[in-house]
């Protein structure tokens, strides 16, 4: 079975050396574990990273993380791919990119987009975060936000634009985090292509893990472009999602508290 936490998947070390192949047993599962490294270099960059997923048993779902699995320098040749077939695209979409000058690049132009920029919280590494023990003992509710949230939904692939915000109570065993890096925790876990409701239990994970307080109230309200581009056409159509554990479950007062403040920050 597939892991469910992805956080856990780690690579399968290349020195292992490879059982030998059992006659008649060529399921995935094993050709993956037969190859090497070696092997591997002769197959495009994407084929050589998923072994390496399958190999681990790892997930990699649109909103997973699989940095660890992809080698220095594999990026540049996951571009060059991903140009060749949006290039491909292009062609099945009948638009003549030879003497059509604002398409001549732009198959190259959106592997860069998806690769570097809006989809780089798949292939980049979880940001360096500080983290500082709670030495003055600080237990008042504290809220970041309103966080710019820019994502893209894993069903269409249409942005989505919004704010989140983060109520955090901690406690004297907390460790805490400079304000600027949940911003960046936020950008790294948004930067794939997502669906909102796991967009933000899986930022709720990850802050739980690294800051480990008490309580956790996350708030994300977006507009998605899959609504407004295309479909319903609803133009003032946003989602609002939360996700609250701890003393934000246990405590309706404190509950209130975060969404007061929360909605005089909007106002
Ligand atoms: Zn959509």
Redesign the pocket.
């Known amino acids: 079975m597939r892991s469910q936490h992805h956080l856990d998947c780690r690579p399968m070390p290349t020195s292992v050396t490879p059982p030998e192949p059992a006659s008649g047993d060529a399921s995935p599962r094993s050709l993956a574990l037969i190859r090497s490294e070696a092997d591997l270099a002769a197959l495009p960059a994407s084929e050589r990273i998923r072994y390496r997923l399958v190999g681990a048993d790892c997930r990699f779902h649109a909103n997973d993380n699989i940095s660890e699995f992809v080698h220095p320098g594999e990026t540049e040749e996951l571009k060059a791919e991903v140009a060749g077939h949006m290039q491909a695209v292009l062609r099945a979409l009948v638009i003549d990119t030879d003497s059509d000058h604002n398409t001549q690049e732009t198959a190259k132009r959106v592997a860069k987009m998806f690769i570097d920029e809006v989809f780089r919280g798949r292939y980049q590494p979880m940001p360096a975060v500080t983290e500082f023990p709670n030495v003055s003992r600080l237990n008042e509710l504290m809220i970041v936000g309103p966080i710019s949230v820019r994502s893209a939904?894993?069903?269409?692939?249409?942005p989505i634009l919004g704010r989140i915000w983060i109520g955090v109570l901690p406690n004297e065993h907390s460790n805490l985090i400079g304000l600027s890096k949940y911003s960046r925790i936020v950008d790294w876990i948004m930067t794939r292509p997502q669906i909102q409701e796991e967009a933000v239990t899986m930022l709720a994970n990850v802050l739980q893990e690294r800051v480990k307080p008490d309580g956790l109230a996350i708030v994300m309200e977006a507009d998605?472009?899959?609504?407004q581009w295309r479909?319903v056409k609803d133009l003032d159509s946003a989602m609002t999602n939360s996700v609250m554990r701890g003393a934000f479950l246990k405590d309706p007062h404190l509950r209130r508290e975060f969404l007061s403040l929360l909605s005089k920050k909007t106002a």
């Open positions: 939904c894993s069903h269409h692939m249409c998605h472009f899959c609504m479909g």
